[in-house]
């Protein structure tokens, strides 16, 4: 049982700024797979956290503006 930190694909805006807060270098940009990507070029990528490297330190919760990132509790 942990806590796990995700980014809401759907609302994040690719700021960057959880990456730059990210002390563990955890937070990745990725290719966004929703159909906004196809109607604004801004949409084509979104960040996502890759949970081996994520410490759960917290640090990217206060850095993100628009409050996309989520605190998951999860049994595995």
């Given at each position: 049982?942990?806590?796990?930190?995700?980014?809401?694909?759907?609302q994040?805006?690719?700021?960057?700024?959880?990456?730059?807060?990210?002390?563990?270098?955890?937070?990745?940009?990725?290719?966004?797979?929703?159909?906004?990507?196809?109607?604004?070029?801004?949409?084509?990528?979104?960040?996502?956290?890759?949970?081996?490297?994520?410490?759960?330190?917290?640090?990217?919760?206060?850095?993100?503006?628009?409050?996309?990132?989520?605190?998951?509790?999860?049994?595995?």
């Open positions: 049982m942990a806590w796990k930190y995700r980014i809401r694909p759907e994040c805006r690719a700021c960057g700024a959880c990456a730059k807060a990210c002390v563990a270098d955890a937070i990745v940009l990725r290719d966004r797979t929703i159909p906004d990507a196809e109607l604004h070029p801004s949409f084509a990528k979104t960040y996502a956290i890759d949970e081996a490297r994520c410490t759960r330190c917290g640090a990217c919760l206060p850095a993100c503006k628009l409050r996309v990132i989520v605190k998951k509790f999860s049994l595995r």
